[in-house]
């Protein structure tokens, strides 16, 4: 592994993953940092079962909870909401600041794993096997949490622009 090129090649996913996590740049790079230190230290437990970006999103991750556990603001309960398959895009009303501003808001009170599945696939740009893989689920269970996720806030923003 050489790890000067994995650490310029997936640098900026890790950090997309993290600060979409975070909603904060400072922490993101702390937490990405550490990642890239955990992932060095521990490149011999790589197995290759799956992507090096994968891996280091599944660093990242246990290092956010970690970070949330020490913050005291994890939280385990899952809201489970209707699944619909339209196709309505979220990255569409990101277009509009203060829409993106509301959807990053509604994302940060969002709870696990809708929120991470949903910040891997817009700001990690993971495929859902990649996904799946990250949690030890199958990529159709992150396809649908995806879905929900974005039910959640299609459904807030509606409510959002009612008001």
Not at 29 to 51: H, I, M, N, P, Y
Not at 97 to 109: D, S, Y
Request: include cysteine; hydrophobic fraction near 35%.
């Amino acid at each position: 592994m050489e790890f000067e090129k994995i650490y310029r090649q997936h640098f900026d996913d890790v950090y997309r993953y993290l600060r979409g996590l975070t909603l904060n740049e400072s922490v993101a790079e702390e937490l990405t940092q550490e990642t890239f230190f955990r992932a060095f230290k521990g490149k011999a437990e790589f197995r290759g079962e799956c992507s090096l970006k994968t891996w280091l999103c599944q660093i990242a991750k246990n290092l956010y909870f970690d970070y949330l556990k020490k913050s005291k603001r994890f939280e385990d309960d899952v809201d489970i909401s209707k699944v619909e398959d339209e196709k309505t895009s979220v990255l569409d009303m990101l277009i509009d600041k203060e829409l993106a501003l509301q959807i990053h808001k509604e994302l940060h009170m969002m709870k696990e794993p809708y929120k991470e599945v949903f910040t891997l696939r817009i700001f990690g740009e993971l495929s859902f096997k990649e996904i799946g893989s990250v949690f030890g689920k199958s990529e159709h269970w992150a396809c649908v949490t995806f879905h929900r996720a974005k039910e959640k806030i299609k459904n807030k923003m509606e409510e959002y622009n009612e008001n």
